[in-house]
């Protein structure tokens, strides 16, 4: 096993520095190319699909990844959650975990994503922490911590005594060790008994004095992978995360199943495992901890323990609220100790960790690793893991403001050769996230972590919805993440929110990086400098950026619109200065390509000068309604643009879905030499744009302009705006009527949730309180709730500027 080990980590070593991925080289033109269309395949971005429980099926899983491919993801992780309901009322009582009804599914699951020329992937055990699973025995394989009991006695005769057995189940004993009472503790007090003591009883000739006697052994923490589906919760246990025989026994029964029935799927749809960020809270021992602290540091950790607990300086982590050890306030002595055993600690979990990525890299897998604590200091240290994993992955929540795990990210990846830096993307708890969600939200977290140098989104979260489509929303991960999903309201319109994410993806992966500060992220390949460039204020701004670039001409690549131009720029001898005017939570991409795009357009803010506004509010619109919900369309007249939440016809007060705005309007003058920039004013919650027939663009923040000059004819046009709100008014409109299924406040968070799926849902029966529109188990509002502004509130005008 020692041999074996050796050479797996001679050759993890050796995959720091080879990419992980096969990657040819693009250039400037290719990226252009890509930029203004659609980026490939592998720039896009995943999800976090969540199964939870027994609730898939296969029509759900075709659906999802048919919906996932439509809107432009292109990979899929699955994690098996739990159902949090009462698991004897589920539709698939046979699907559970890794039963063959499970296997199945996940075979179809591949199948499929085949078909689409999608990627799986899969979190390596039950629940999104951390590693292990039932086939952990935790007496053997099981996390540890070291514990001790202590029992005083008066020397000077022969003792015969019990010692009290530590705490903890599957105790072991390590070694019994006496201390006298003195003053100032030293290690000339301290005397090994251990050869004294069997079966739990100490036999000495105690000498003079007082003495402590420590019972000195180690427990299994019973820490279980969490949060998992129903029926495993109770037998997953979290894996000795420094046992090399522990290691092997998680990732063979993690890998075996997988080569066993997937092999023609492993290594091209079938890519990847995933292990999420550490919360299997403390391990301060492993069997041969012993031995292996005695090994790198040449002393016995055992007595040393005992020592700094006689100074008052307990240094052991418990197992079970994590390592949360003040050493400021050890004595120098304690401090000096602490500092090998976390040394010890690290180096062996370092080990294992490289240890099961190997295993994955020879069964065909890549591994994506978001190494560092959450909700709690992992015991080893994150810079160092960032170089194991294949893909080191962070996270980011909808309110960050920098990526967990310090935020180095973009420099760690260019210390170990990593090209892309993955991110378990918009993360949210029931604070933030209440299916109130708009596109909108996601622009400035996003371009946060762009910043950081993050390259590839993984969002959170994807219920896998088995629900037929009478049930709507129907289904998501309980009250935990943005609602991403194809029962979405506005699902169809986030093509344009994933191919923003796909262009700034394919940019982000090109070169190293080089350096970056809170506003410009700087990259470099032999054929291109790029700046990625935010604004992070509240305000928007206009302000001249310097880049360190000398010869070349700078383009800007702007994402959000897929528009590639050239713009005005100064030089001094080591620089270009090119001003930059930013909307609030705007970036943009400043490039400096060896040679000229042919595609890029020539827009210099000196080139058009204002003219006339055309005022589209007067005339009335007409507005047909597409509800989300199983409701059918109508169509209403609006004389003027109003929010729909302040309306007294209820099918629109509590509307939730698409309605399409529609107008004609009339060009009298000549359009020749002049830009049209259509203005929607204010958009609650995003709008798609359609005139004279041909699709202009979605506008999924603010400020809703778009240039128009393109579209527009002389005489008569044809305007349609498509906007889309978010679930909340539907919800509340709910509310206003009795719940027809049994549910509770969870105590965990405070928020109601169904105990279990009625039993209307399980017959397939009619809906007893048929005022209800929606179906969600978990929900947010009651009928005093506040409506969500919606709709096109406007001013709605035509800005027509005229070339020079």
Same mark, same amino acid.
């Given at each position: 096993?020692?041999?074996?080990?050796?050479?797996?980590?001679?050759?993890?070593? !050796?995959?720091?520095?080879?990419?992980?991925?096969?990657?040819?080289?693009?250039?400037?033109?290719?990226?252009?190319?890509?930029?203004?269309?659609?980026?490939?395949?592998?720039?896009?971005?995943?999800?976090?699909?969540?199964?939870?429980?027994?609730?898939?099926?296969?029509?759900?899983?075709?659906?999802?990844?048919?919906?996932?491919?439509?809107?432009?993801?292109?990979?899929?992780?699955?994690?098996?959650?739990?159902?949090?309901?009462? =698991?004897?009322?589920?539709?698939?009582?046979?699907?559970?975990?890794?039963?063959?009804?499970?296997?199945?599914?996940?075979?179809?699951?591949?199948?499929?994503?085949?078909?689409?020329?999608?990627?799986?992937?899969?979190?390596?055990?039950?629940?999104?922490?951390?590693?292990?699973?039932?086939?952990?025995?935790?007496?053997?394989?099981?996390?540890?911590?070291?514990?001790?009991?202590?029992?005083?006695?008066?020397?000077?005769?022969?003792?015969?005594?019990?010692?009290?057995? =530590?705490?903890?189940?599957?105790?072991?004993?390590?070694?019994?060790?006496?201390?006298?009472?003195?003053?100032?503790?030293?290690?000339?007090?301290?005397?090994?008994?251990?050869?004294?003591?069997?079966?739990?009883?100490?036999?000495?000739?105690?000498?003079?004095?007082?003495?402590?006697?420590?019972?000195?052994?180690?427990?299994?923490?019973?820490?279980?992978?969490?949060?998992?589906?129903?029926?495993?919760?109770?037998?997953?246990?979290?894996?000795?995360?420094?046992?090399?025989?522990?290691?092997?026994?998680?990732?063979?029964?993690?890998?075996?199943? @997988?080569?066993?029935?997937?092999?023609?799927?492993?290594?091209?749809?079938?890519?990847?495992?995933?292990?999420?960020?550490?919360?299997?809270?403390?391990?301060?021992?492993?069997?041969?901890?012993?031995?292996?602290?005695?090994?790198?540091?040449?002393?016995?950790?055992?007595?040393?323990?005992? $020592?700094?607990?006689?100074?008052?300086?307990?240094?052991?982590?418990?197992?079970?609220?994590?390592?949360?050890?003040?050493?400021?306030? #050890?004595?120098?002595?304690?401090?000096?100790? @602490?500092?090998?055993?976390?040394?010890?600690?690290?180096?062996? #979990?370092?080990?294992?960790?490289?240890?099961?990525?190997?295993?994955?890299?020879?069964?065909?897998?890549?591994?994506?690793?978001?190494?560092?604590?959450?909700?709690?200091?992992?015991?080893?240290?994150?810079?160092?893991?960032?170089?194991?994993?294949?893909?080191?992955?962070?996270?980011?929540?909808?309110?960050?403001?920098?990526?967990?795990? /310090?935020?180095?990210?973009?420099?760690?990846?260019?210390?170990?050769?990593?090209?892309?830096?993955?991110?378990?993307?918009?993360? /949210?708890?029931?604070?933030?996230?209440?299916?109130?969600?708009?596109?909108?939200?996601?622009?400035?977290?996003?371009?946060?972590?762009? %910043?950081?140098?993050? %390259?590839?989104?993984?969002?959170?979260?994807?219920?896998?919805?088995?629900?037929?489509?009478?049930?709507?929303?129907?289904?998501?991960?309980?009250?935990?993440?943005?609602?991403?999903?194809?029962?979405?309201?506005?699902?169809?319109?986030?093509?344009?929110?994933?191919?923003?994410?796909?262009?700034?993806? $394919?940019?982000?992966?090109?070169?190293?990086? &080089?350096?970056?500060?809170?506003? &410009?992220?700087?990259?470099?390949?032999?054929?291109?400098?790029?700046?990625?460039?935010?604004?992070?204020?509240?305000?928007?701004?206009?302000?001249?950026?310097?880049?360190?670039?000398?010869?070349?001409?700078?383009?800007?690549?702007?994402?959000?619109?897929?528009?590639?131009?050239?713009?005005?720029?100064?030089?001094?001898?080591?620089?270009?200065?090119?001003?930059?005017?930013?909307?609030?939570?705007?970036?943009?991409?400043?490039?400096?390509?060896?040679? =000229?795009?042919?595609?890029?357009?020539?827009?210099?803010?000196?080139?058009?000068?204002?003219?006339?506004?055309?005022?589209?509010?007067?005339?009335?619109?007409?507005?047909?309604?597409?509800?989300?919900?199983?409701?059918?369309?109508?169509?209403?007249?609006?004389?003027?643009?109003?929010?729909?939440?302040?309306?007294?016809?209820?099918?629109?007060?509590?509307?939730?879905?698409?309605?399409?705005?529609?107008?004609?309007?009339?060009?009298?003058?000549?359009?020749?030499?002049?830009?049209?920039? !259509?203005?929607?004013?204010?958009?609650?919650? @995003?709008?798609?744009?359609?005139?004279?027939?041909?699709?202009?663009?979605?506008?999924?923040?603010?400020?809703?302009?778009?240039?128009?000059?393109?579209?527009?004819?002389?005489?008569?046009?044809?305007?349609?705006?498509?906007?889309?709100?978010?679930?909340?008014?539907?919800?509340? /409109?709910?509310?206003?009527?009795?719940?027809?299924?049994?549910?509770?406040?969870?105590?965990?968070?405070?928020?109601?949730?169904?105990?279990?799926?009625?039993?209307?849902? @399980?017959?397939?029966?009619?809906?007893?309180?048929?005022?209800?529109?929606?179906?969600?188990?978990?929900?947010?509002?009651?009928?005093?709730?506040?409506?969500?502004?919606?709709?096109?509130?406007?001013?709605?005008?035509?800005?027509?500027?005229?070339?020079?």
């Amino acid at each position: 096993m020692k041999k074996e080990l050796k050479r797996i980590l001679i050759l993890s070593c !050796l995959a720091i520095y080879l990419s992980p991925f096969a990657f040819s080289q693009e250039t400037p033109a290719s990226l252009a190319t890509q930029f203004v269309g659609q980026p490939a395949d592998t720039y896009k971005a995943g999800v976090f699909w969540h199964w939870m429980g027994t609730m898939y099926n296969r029509e759900g899983i075709t659906k999802d990844l048919e919906a996932m491919k439509a809107v432009g993801l292109n990979s899929a992780f699955i994690f098996n959650a739990p159902l949090w309901l009462d =698991p004897d009322k589920t539709l698939y009582p046979q699907n559970t975990y890794r039963s063959e009804a499970y296997w199945d599914a996940v075979g179809f699951a591949l199948s499929e994503a085949g078909r689409l020329n999608m990627e799986i992937g899969l979190h390596n055990c039950p629940g999104w922490s951390t590693t292990g699973g039932p086939w952990i025995d935790p007496e053997t394989d099981g996390m540890k911590a070291a514990t001790f009991s202590t029992t005083s006695v008066s020397g000077g005769k022969k003792i015969n005594i019990d010692l009290p057995l =530590p705490k903890g189940d599957f105790y072991k004993d390590v070694a019994v060790y006496a201390v006298a009472k003195t003053e100032k503790p030293s290690q000339d007090g301290i005397v090994d008994v251990t050869d004294k003591f069997s079966k739990g009883k100490l036999d000495w000739d105690t000498p003079q004095g007082e003495w402590t006697i420590y019972r000195f052994g180690y427990f299994s923490t019973m820490q279980n992978t969490h949060p998992t589906p129903e029926e495993v919760q109770k037998t997953s246990f979290e894996s000795d995360k420094m046992s090399v025989a522990a290691t092997v026994k998680h990732w063979n029964n993690m890998i075996k199943p @997988l080569t066993e029935r997937f092999k023609p799927y492993i290594g091209n749809t079938f890519k990847y495992l995933w292990i999420d960020s550490y919360e299997a809270w403390g391990q301060s021992w492993t069997p041969d901890f012993r031995e292996k602290f005695i090994e790198m540091k040449g002393y016995d950790p055992v007595p040393q323990i005992i $020592m700094a607990h006689q100074r008052g300086d307990n240094v052991l982590d418990d197992g079970t609220k994590g390592l949360k050890i003040d050493a400021r306030a #050890f004595q120098p002595e304690s401090q000096a100790f @602490l500092a090998d055993y976390k040394e010890v600690t690290n180096r062996l #979990f370092q080990n294992c960790w490289r240890l099961g990525a190997e295993m994955l890299r020879q069964a065909g897998f890549k591994l994506i690793w978001e190494p560092y604590g959450s909700i709690i200091a992992a015991p080893f240290d994150m810079k160092e893991a960032e170089s194991i994993p294949d893909v080191p992955a962070t996270e980011f929540w909808l309110h960050s403001r920098e990526p967990s795990g /310090g935020g180095d990210f973009a420099q760690a990846a260019a210390r170990y050769n990593k090209r892309v830096v993955a991110a378990e993307a918009f993360t /949210g708890m029931e604070a933030v996230a209440w299916f109130n969600e708009t596109p909108a939200m996601l622009k400035r977290p996003a371009d946060m972590a762009f %910043n950081y140098g993050v %390259n590839k989104f993984v969002l959170h979260s994807w219920a896998l919805n088995p629900l037929p489509d009478k049930y709507l929303p129907g289904w998501a991960f309980a009250h935990y993440g943005t609602h991403f999903g194809r029962t979405q309201t506005w699902h169809e319109a986030s093509k344009a929110v994933f191919t923003y994410f796909a262009r700034c993806q $394919m940019l982000l992966q090109q070169g190293t990086f &080089v350096e970056r500060d809170e506003t &410009v992220l700087h990259r470099r390949t032999p054929d291109m400098e790029l700046f990625f460039v935010r604004n992070n204020g509240k305000e928007a701004l206009e302000k001249d950026f310097s880049f360190s670039v000398t010869k070349r001409v700078p383009e800007i690549w702007n994402a959000y619109t897929g528009k590639i131009y050239r713009t005005d720029y100064a030089r001094t001898d080591n620089n270009c200065i090119v001003k930059l005017k930013l909307e609030k939570d705007e970036s943009v991409f400043v490039v400096f390509p060896s040679q =000229p795009t042919a595609i890029a357009e020539t827009c210099t803010a000196s080139s058009l000068q204002n003219g006339k506004a055309i005022d589209l509010e007067n005339g009335g619109w007409v507005v047909n309604f597409f509800p989300k919900t199983a409701d059918k369309p109508f169509k209403r007249v609006f004389s003027k643009l109003i929010d729909w939440a302040t309306s007294l016809d209820k099918n629109i007060k509590y509307f939730s879905g698409t309605a399409v705005y529609g107008k004609d309007f009339e060009l009298k003058t000549p359009i020749a030499n002049q830009q049209f920039i !259509l203005d929607l004013g204010n958009v609650k919650d @995003l709008a798609e744009v359609e005139l004279n027939g041909q699709k202009v663009a979605a506008l999924w923040v603010a400020p809703f302009r778009v240039n128009i000059t393109n579209f527009v004819k002389e005489g008569v046009n044809s305007l349609k705006i498509k906007v889309t709100n978010t679930w909340q008014n539907a919800m509340i /409109g709910d509310e206003q009527y009795p719940r027809d299924f049994d549910w509770a406040v969870r105590e965990w968070n405070n928020l109601p949730a169904m105990t279990a799926l009625p039993d209307w849902v @399980l017959n397939d029966q009619p809906r007893p309180e048929r005022r209800r529109k929606t179906f969600i188990p978990w929900f947010y509002y009651d009928k005093n709730s506040p409506l969500e502004v919606s709709g096109l509130l406007g001013t709605v005008s035509i800005d027509v500027l005229n070339n020079n």
